[in-house]
């Protein structure tokens, strides 16, 4: 079996005026002249109408952003998110990384696998459940984890896996232990593109548990504070904030880009790093 159908051309016109529109909507959230970065979303999008990147919906995206379809198909073949193959109605990711592993994320995954009579990637017969095991999924306060379709199962063991995946076939839909309740694969992945999930219930979802919040809890109880970011910006007009940037560059003593970036050069940005890695690694002792 091919990972994905190249010998097929694909048919751009496959997809309905509307997704066209939703297309477009994308493309206009990027600057002018650069819509090429709009290919991830693109490629959730093109997902959420057929439940996978087809030959269709790389050429859609080519289409679309005027580039090659070979560019589409090296990014869609690149990212574990882009399925390549048509996905159930739910995907369940086991996460079998160290920690989830170790505390029985492995054996969650042998005994689902088992059940449903699949294996990596794929999916039931009645096209309810494609499986799947995960690297880290960022939640590893509550070992082992699984998600449906994103959405977190928190502290689960494979009893509580199996009751999970049954419920599924059985076409109900139970709550995830935070985050928005469930969707299909298709709905989900036209969030990701970045269209508002405008269920009421979404919207008052609890994102946190305890477990996430522990760490800064314990924080604000000690008044512990992290350092403030350092450097004062004065609002300039964006070409003298450019040439000071390039100029910056050029000198090697880039700032930051934005207040999201870490420093780039962290004795400037932090005047005491030097005599605090002195101390540290006993420096001149
Ligand atoms: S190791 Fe499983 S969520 Fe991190």
Known sequence: MTLIDIERPGNPDVFAAEVRTAAEQII??????????????????????QGYVSADGIAFCADVLDITKAQVAAVATF???????????????????TLCGLLG???????LSELLGVGMNETTADG?????????????DYAPVVTVNYEFFDNQSAESAVGLVTELKDGRRPLPTRGAPLCS?????????????????????????????AGVKLAQQRHDQAPGYPVEHEKKPAS???????????TGAAEPTSA??????????????????????????
């Open 260 to 285: 999201h970036d870490a420093p780039l050069k962290t004795s400037a940005s932090d005047p005491d790093a030097d005599s605090t890695q002195g101390e540290l690694f006993g420096k001149g002792e």
């Open 128 to 140: 309810t459940i494609t499986l799947e095991h995960a690297e880290c999924l960022a939640a590893c």
């Open 79 to 97: 990212y574990t998110m882009y399925k390549r193959k048509p996905t159930g109605e739910y995907l369940v990711s086991v996460c079998t990384n």
């Open 240 to 250: 003298e904030a450019h040439a000071e940037q390039v100029a910056a560059d050029n």
């Open 105 to 111: 994320g492995d054996e969650i995954y042998r005994t």
């Open 185 to 213: 694969f298709k709905e989900i992945s036209r969030q990701i593109a970045g269209f508002v999930d405008d269920r009421p219930e979404a919207a008052t979802a609890t994102a946190t548990g305890a477990q996430t919040e």
């Open 28 to 49: 206009a959230r990027y600057p002018a002249g650069q819509s090429r970065s709009a290919l991830l979303p693109m490629l959730h999008l093109v997902q959420s109408e």
